[in-house]
């Protein structure tokens, strides 16, 4: 499943390039329209692609998606969310910031959360959690600072959450990785990539054809194995 994975040249729809390449099926999902043009497009590549058009700050999001997810009827084992931050107008009000903020990451946690429980079931699992690197990118050199401030916290927060889901998840086989793009100035990102325990995650190898979860990173480098 990959979620924020319409656009062409971000994050998600990196992922689901290298799951599907890998021989998986995808969920894909993003609010926009052109997530039926991105799945056409993964389809492309042999992957059994299911789109989903939904808002990612639904409250109800995570339990569509989740529901899809039980309605195929295959285990999901490899997942790539993305908690999408979007930048802010200096004008904005800081209860409208952190509320934008905490639905964004909110929503990526409860699916997270449901994934992982489904994937415990299974014995087995991988989940990529990233923040979408837009809201760092400046739009003007005066506002370039609180985007970037508003992602890192952003990406701090969902760091600390996938280091206690993993701690939770114990010896179970489910893997939690966070792959946080870092600004490091106009049009430029660094990836910073961190298995359990401050380890680099090792590549996806196919088994098969299966369901997988996705998300919205235009990162580098291979997802996690989920074994």
Do not use: W
């Not at 993305?82 to 964004?104: F, H, I, K, R, T």
């Not at 889901?165 to 106009?186: K, S």
């Not at 090792?202 to 235009?218: E, K, N, T, W």
């Amino acid at each position: 499943m990959v979620t924020g994975a319409s656009g062409g040249g971000g994050v998600g729809f990196a992922f689901a390039k290298q799951f599907a390449r890998r021989g998986y099926d995808l969920i894909v999902s993003d609010s926009c329209d052109e997530i039926h043009t991105a799945a056409a497009a993964l389809s492309g590549l042999g992957a059994n692609v299911q789109p989903i058009q939904v808002d990612a700050r639904l409250a109800e999001r995570p339990y569509v998606l989740y529901r899809r997810v039980l309605a195929a009827r295959q285990p999901v084992v490899a997942a790539a969310l993305n908690s999408p931050v979007d930048g802010y107008d200096l004008d904005d009000s800081l209860e409208s910031v952190l509320n934008e903020m905490v639905a964004g990451i909110g929503q990526t946690m409860r699916l997270a959360r449901l994934l992982a429980e489904e994937m415990v079931m299974h014995g087995r699992g991988g989940i990529i959690l990233t923040v979408s690197p837009a809201a760092a990118e400046p739009y003007s050199s005066d506002r370039s600072d609180h985007q970037v401030a508003l992602y890192r916290a952003s990406a701090a927060f969902l760091r600390d959450f996938a280091q206690t889901l993993q701690h939770e998840l114990g010896q179970t086989g489910v893997r939690v990785t966070t792959l946080l793009p870092e600004p490091v100035g106009p049009g430029g990102s660094r990836m910073h990539r961190a298995g359990p325990g401050g380890r680099g995650a090792r590549p996806l190898q196919p088994a098969g054809r299966r369901r997988v979860a996705s998300a919205d990173a235009g990162g580098t480098g291979p997802p996690a194995d989920p074994r």
